[in-house]
């Protein structure tokens, strides 16, 4: 692919990506509902690097950990992912590539590679825009005086104190 510059577009149904399926379970809903359109375009870059550039937009359907409403978190995604295939060829991709680690047989999964872009993009709080904090102020003066109100509790060795000075 890309030896041949091939380059892929589509739309992906959410339902479609079983990884990502997982961490988008809202209220009950066993399928998110949604796609997402991806392009994908394979080639290599003035150095000779190969490579694949990801485009995605979506709507990922999610659960706001503040309010507990369900969310549509709008994604785009815009990543070069430098095709390697062993580790020690990392250190020399340029700084705005992602590592991606190729099999033997040089096969990639194209679905896979957006799997996980889509999954990077999930914050790990996901935060409904425009819901504000829930501010609580707890009573610590209240407990600080109860602490100091209370009776000492008596010292467990004091009885062996007691017994070291005889």
């Given at each position: 692919?890309?030896?041949?510059r ?10 479609g ?6 961490a ?6 066993d ?20 490579y694949?550039?990801?485009r995605?937009?979506a709507?990922?359907?999610l ?7 369900p ?5 785009r ?14 250190a020399a ?15 990639i ?10 999954i ?6 996901p ?36 017994l070291?000075?005889?």
């Amino acid at each position: 692919m890309v030896s041949a510059r091939r380059g892929f577009e589509g739309v992906q149904p959410l339902s479609g990506l079983p990884r990502l399926r997982a961490a988008l379970m809202v209220a009950g809903v066993d399928t998110p509902v949604g796609e997402c359109r991806y392009a994908l375009q394979f080639d290599r870059d003035a150095l000779g690097l190969a490579y694949v550039e990801i485009r995605a937009e979506a709507e990922l359907p999610l659960i706001c950990q503040r309010s507990l409403d369900p969310f549509e978190l709008p994604v785009r995604i815009e990543q070069r992912l430098g095709l390697i295939k062993r580790e020690e060829q990392e250190a020399a991709l340029p700084e705005d590539y992602e590592p991606v680690l190729v099999a033997d047989d040089g096969y990639i999964d194209p679905r896979a590679l957006l799997e996980d872009e889509l999954i990077l993009a999930i914050p790990v709080v996901p935060v409904k825009p425009g819901t504000a904090p829930i501010e609580q102020v707890w009573p610590i003066g209240n407990v600080e005086k109860e602490i100091e109100e209370s009776e000492p509790t008596p010292n467990p060795f004091a009885a062996l104190a007691a017994l070291k000075k005889h």
